[in-house]
């Protein structure tokens, strides 16, 4: 087992990211035989899922005279326009029934408010607004934090740079992650992660 001051961090491995998903990764489920390979070695694991509701301001489709994957400006900043995916009690947001979500101790949903996305598993993207899990590792003594899922270059990355920033200790599993790639986005998601001292492994 880890030392008791290490936690891991799974993130978004849910249907619509896997392939046949409405955004799906590719190879998304490949992960996840390690992913529950590597749950068994730590005593706090935290799983997170995105559980959108289905007039999330995101969606490409609530967006008029947009389509997936534009880039518009929000009162927090710019925001991808997405399709359509896991909206709160459909099979698509849903974890992969091949993830063994039973070994979480918590989970984590994020992007329930519609009027803001959250890519990080500490904040939403107004980089202001938590969710809570800063507090709730600390109270447990938890000082180091491995991540892995999906995808590498957003949901990943943003909880990576944003546990850097609050004083983690934080590596993140490559090997154990998938990237969607949007215009450069995975280059740039590591060059983010590095400078916040993340360190990438795997």
């Not at 030392?3 to 489920?29: M, R, S």
Request: with cysteine; proline share 5%; hydrophobic share 45%.
């Amino acid at each position: 087992m880890r030392p008791p001051d290490e936690a891991l961090i799974v993130i978004d491995v849910q249907n619509d990211f896997c392939p046949g998903g409405a955004l799906a990764v590719a190879d998304g489920d490949a992960i996840i035989p390690g992913l529950n390979a590597l749950m068994s070695e730590y005593a706090c694991v935290v799983l997170t899922q995105d559980w959108h509701p289905a007039d999330h301001a995101s969606f490409a489709v609530n967006q008029p005279g947009h389509a997936p994957y534009d880039t518009i400006a929000m009162p927090y900043g710019p925001q991808v326009l997405w399709p359509v995916h896991c909206v709160q009690g459909t099979r698509g947001a849903e974890f992969h029934p091949g993830l063994n979500a039973a070994a979480g101790q918590l989970i984590l949903r994020k992007g329930f408010r519609a009027a803001i996305d959250s890519y990080s598993a500490f904040f939403e993207n107004d980089h202001r607004t938590a969710t809570g899990l800063d507090g709730w590792l600390r109270s447990r003594g938890i000082g180091k934090l491995t991540l892995a899922g999906l995808a590498t270059d957003f949901c990943v990355g943003y909880s990576a740079q944003d546990a850097a920033r609050l004083g983690f200790a934080v590596e993140v599993r490559e090997d154990l992650s998938r990237a969607i790639d949007l215009n450069g986005s995975l280059a740039a998601a590591r060059a983010a992660m590095r400078a916040a001292g993340v360190a990438l492994v795997g």
